[in-house]
């Protein structure tokens, strides 16, 4: 599995926007990069996934560096609701579970 | 479209019992996966099931076992329960292709 490096925690201000890096830089050529957050005493929620180039949906967006290397989750304007632990896991999917890291901590102020 | 459903939602074990967690899968969904979480270890991967049949475990002791009927719906037990094994687990439905697995809102799982 590939290793992943993500801030323990970052803080942002409520509607502003928030980028969060991720470094795999030992990432497979077949995975995809996804993003998941989980909200306090909630099962992990989806966000994004990437194999190559940029995505967006309604939720985010995702940067991916052209070496594949690292991305980052941008969140175009964060609400209160936003306030989670964000994982960055790169995974072929399919059988493949993820492996969880420990992810960063994001913190949103009013 | 109704998400990952698990039961019970919590439960307190005692040392040495056993006890069996249920998931129901997103509808259409062949496969199901089940997680760890715990403070010190985050969360585990333990098995994943696709049309019945287990595809990938992760490293947990025999004691943890599971398996998927016919209709998707999932079922893992654990058996000599120990306190280690307070947690929350976790169950996540996919299409069993590439991406995009939906979890449920876990059972939490008080072993004393």
């Known amino acids: 599995d590939a290793k992943t490096t993500q801030p323990n925690s970052m803080e942002s201000n409520e509607e502003e926007p928030v980028h969060l890096p991720c470094n795999h830089s030992t990432i497979s050529g077949t995975d995809y990069i996804h993003w998941y957050r989980q909200l306090p005493s909630q099962g992990p929620e989806y966000v994004i996934h990437g194999l190559t180039s940029n995505v967006n949906n309604r939720m985010a967006s995702l940067a991916i560096a052209e070496d594949r290397k690292s991305s980052t989750l941008i969140l175009h304007r964060a609400t209160l609701r936003d306030a989670a632990v964000y994982y960055c896991?790169?995974?072929?999917?399919?059988?493949?579970?993820?492996?969880f890291g420990k992810g960063t901590h994001l913190i949103i102020q009013p | 479209k109704a998400g990952v459903t698990q039961t019970p939602r919590y439960l307190i074990k005692t040392r040495g019992q056993q006890v069996t967690l249920s998931c129901s899968p997103i509808?259409?969904?062949?496969?199901v996966s089940w997680y760890q979480q715990t403070p010190g270890q985050g969360l585990q991967f333990l098995f994943e099931?696709?049309?019945?049949?287990?595809?990938n475990k992760g490293n947990f002791p025999g004691r943890f076992s599971g398996r998927q009927f016919s209709n998707s719906r999932s079922e893992m037990n654990v058996s000599t329960l120990e306190l280690g094994d307070s947690a929350l687990y976790l169950c996540a439905s996919s299409d069993g292709r590439v991406n995009t697995i939906y979890f449920g809102e876990g059972s939490w799982l008080t072993v004393v």
């Open positions: 509808s259409g969904h062949r496969s």
């Open positions: 896991i790169p995974s072929g999917g399919g059988a493949d579970g993820l492996t």
């Open positions: 099931y696709f049309s019945e049949t287990q595809r």
